[in-house]
């Protein structure tokens, strides 16, 4: 019997949803953290399982190899980067990692364990310290993203324990660092994710703040999206500059514009929690997705339909 699949999404973005694409190895436990393609079509998902913590897919959800072990303590963020070797980070090291896609350590930023000033206690590694931050600190206190620009200069956003994001130059100096707690404009609660767009702009997914923030690469605050989000985690901008984001607080992904104009909208309040999205070649999506009220994120694929 064939297996149904649910239909998401309207007009171009119409997806096919494949719960069960992922087919790992029985001794293998799926924990996504965060997920990410390359160039070939192979998915990478970051696991929180100590044994198998990055595991590589191919587009059929076929398992291909795993590595990492013993490597991380918290699972963040992986993602693709533009030569074709992969960031991770650990939210609990205060690292970020830069890897080849077979796993080679090639760099490292930040030093482990070290968590700056910021009103949060230094063994607090809840994912509800955001709440205690009292003023932003320096890199870092419980990171959550990466992205690096051309030039090469690299921009973290250091939400957990902190509210702000970070500017460093290509060979790892620290530049400048903006963001205060709060909620006013270019104030930060979780700053989740960050995407630098193809006019050099930083996305900010201000996850508790329900919105995204654009800024220049010198923090100086440009636009705050119109569309209500609801807890922004991750973001994906397409080649053809669209953006998709996951919501983590209400289990929807919208699809937007880079002016942050809605274009189509899906989910279910029971699927709370995503934390991850990434596209194919083919334009197929790759959501980290809860189970209902949730049970273990998984990876789910979302056929292009439109």
């Known amino acids: 019997m064939s297996e149904t699949h649910t239909v ?36 990478y998902c970051f696991n929180r399982d100590t044994e198998h913590p ?36 650990d939210r609990d090291h205060a690292q970020m990692m830069l890897f080849t896609a077979e796993g080679k350590l090639l760099r490292t930023i930040g030093e482990k364990g070290f968590r700056s000033d910021t009103g949060v206690a230094p063994d607090d590694f809840r994912s509800t310290a955001f709440r205690d931050v009292t003023h932003g600190g320096g890199p870092f206190n419980l990171p959550t993203d990466i992205d690096v620009a051309p030039s090469g200069e690299m921009f973290m956003t250091d939400g957990y324990g902190n509210a702000r994001v970070h500017k460093f130059s290509a060979d790892g100096k620290h530049l400048m660092s903006w963001g205060e707690p709060g909620t006013a404009p270019g104030q930060f609660n979780l700053p989740h994710a960050v995407w630098i767009d193809r006019h050099g702009r930083l996305l900010v997914a ?3 703040n329900d919105r995204v923030q654009v800024f220049d690469q010198t923090g100086k605050l440009l636009k705050i ?9 991750v973001m994906y901008v397409d080649a053809n500059d669209i953006v998709y984001i996951v919501e983590h607080n209400s289990g929807m992904v919208s699809v937007l514009t880079l002016e942050g104009e809605r274009l189509a909208h ?3 309040a029971s699927f709370k929690s995503c934390h991850g999205i990434w596209g194919d070649s083919h334009g197929d999506l790759y959501v980290v997705r809860a189970g209902p009220w949730g049970r273990r994120r998984r990876i789910v694929k979302h056929v292009r339909m439109g």
């Open 8 to 43: 998401v999404g309207n007009g171009r973005h119409t997806f096919e949803v494949h719960e069960d694409w992922a087919k790992p190895p029985a001794n293998i436990e799926v924990l996504a953290a965060s997920v990410t393609v390359d160039a070939q079509d192979r998915v």
């Open 266 to 268: 899906w989910g279910d």
């Open 206 to 208: 201000d996850r508790e």
């Open 225 to 233: 999206w119109p569309t209500k989000l609801i807890g922004p985690a």
């Open 54 to 89: 990055v595991i590589v897919f191919d587009r059929d959800g076929n398992y291909l190899s795993s590595w990492g072990k013993g490597l991380f303590a918290f699972p963040h963020t992986i993602r693709m980067a533009r030569d074709g070797n992969l960031w991770l980070v």
